[in-house]
């Protein structure tokens, strides 16, 4: 498999070259056989310009990854950023970096030119960038961000793989379901027909549902279609997302585990800020669009504990924004005076929490689907042959 490399290597600056290698860990090991020194690997796949559904934009990961490499490496900002404009590929990227170096080169600091991105840079990204620049650790601040975002990004894949087995499972059960009503039922049907006699009454309901799926067959698909195109449309829109969400915080079980999950996120993301230094006041105010609208509001009057003298901990806990734990790993960091580390810590508890159990619902959810699909397909499979049933009853 080929796979692209940006490297470094003496005076040279920075390069992309291409290997056939194993993996990834392959290719950058015969790089470094070479001299190079590894940037960033990339496997490349030539049949991602035949996917028009694939997801582009800026590579912010990738994009930071590389930023800390040349930083870290020696460069000046504008030299790693001039740096990585010239070997970029995509012209979509290379024109943002074009624009971020033009506004350094005004005198604009990079959060400001950040700022003026914010299709490709989000405000959480910026923070962590004009928060760094008043230590001076754009690297450290940066890498931190790499870790976030590497964090969260796991969750979600977690999410997206226990869930995959369950979609699975329903589409298939689907799929045979609509096999047996429009393709099946219906040469049963006209098999009881030819034979005469009254079906029991459940069965001859079946029959007709199955004809009447025959002779609108194309009405039906379009209908099927028109439906589900409405429903990706809808999801498309944030008011419907918005009046979704809503109606699933409302359920009592599931609520509550998507409040711990915006708790990981929101602890994650003020621990971040803080570490990079940003005041607490100012982070609460970035990060509160992370939680639902209800949260928000307990978050403002949080805030305004603070603002009046009250400490981090008595705030979160009078408004209902700590667990237990939370509470006191929240008192420790105010006695060590490392709030930053004990918030991402408080995060790290919440997401383990928020991963086991999406594991056990989804072992749970598993068995139950199995069961109410191979339930109802077995019901369809038993009123079609009851008839026959019957029939070789009565015969004998």
Not at 11 to 29: H, K, P, R, W, Y
Not at 275 to 299: H, Y
Request: aromatic share 10%; charged share 20%.
């Amino acid at each position: 498999m080929q796979y692209e490399l940006k490297v470094l290597r003496g005076n040279e600056g920075l390069l992309a070259i291409t290997l056939d290698a194993a993996d990834a860990a392959d290719a950058e090991a015969h790089a470094r056989a070479q001299g190079y020194t590894v940037v960033a690997a990339t496997a490349m796949r030539h049949w991602r310009a035949w996917q028009p559904w694939r997801q582009s934009g800026f590579p912010l990961a990738m994009f930071s990854q590389e930023l800390v490499a040349l930083l870290e490496a020696g460069l000046s900002l504008i030299e790693a950023l001039e740096a990585l404009a010239e070997k970029e590929a995509q012209a979509e990227v290379r024109k943002t970096l074009t624009q971020i170096i033009a506004a350094l080169y005004e005198g604009r600091s990079f959060s400001y030119a950040l700022e003026q991105l914010p299709g490709d840079f989000p405000a959480l990204y910026v923070a962590t960038v004009r928060a760094s620049e008043k230590t001076g650790s754009l690297a450290e601040v940066l890498s931190r961000y790499i870790v976030y975002q590497t964090q969260m990004d796991g969750i979600r894949r977690k999410v997206i793989t226990y869930s995959i087995y369950p979609v699975i499972l329903l589409v298939v059960g689907g799929l045979v379901m609509l096999f047996l009503m429009a393709f099946v039922v219906p040469r049963f049907s006209h098999i009881y027909a030819d034979m005469g006699g009254d079906l029991p009454f459940m069965s001859r309901m079946l029959m007709h549902w199955g004809q009447l799926l025959e002779a609108h067959g194309r009405l039906f698909a379009v209908g099927t279609a028109a439906l589900c195109g409405g429903l990706l449309f809808a999801a498309s829109r944030p008011a419907f997302r918005q009046q979704l969400a809503r109606k699933l915080w409302q359920m009592p079980a599931l609520g509550k585990r998507m409040q711990v999950y915006q708790m990981a996120r929101f602890y994650r993301s003020l621990g971040m800020l803080l570490q990079g230094g940003m005041p607490i006041l100012a982070a609460l105010q970035l990060v509160g669009g992370l939680l639902q609208e209800s949260m928000r509001e307990q978050l403002a009057l949080a805030a305004t504990g603070i603002r009046e003298g009250c400490s981090i901990s008595q705030a979160m806990d009078k408004h209902g924004l700590v667990t237990p734990l939370a509470l006191r790993l929240l008192r420790v960091g105010e006695r060590t005076g490392q709030m930053g580390s004990m918030m991402e810590r408080i995060a790290a508890f919440y997401e383990e929490e928020t991963a086991r159990w999406v594991e056990r619902f989804v072992k749970l959810l598993e068995p139950l689907l199995m069961t109410a699909v191979g339930l109802v397909i077995g019901i369809v499979v038993v009123l079609m042959y009851f008839p026959i049933f019957e029939l070789a009853g009565s015969i004998q």
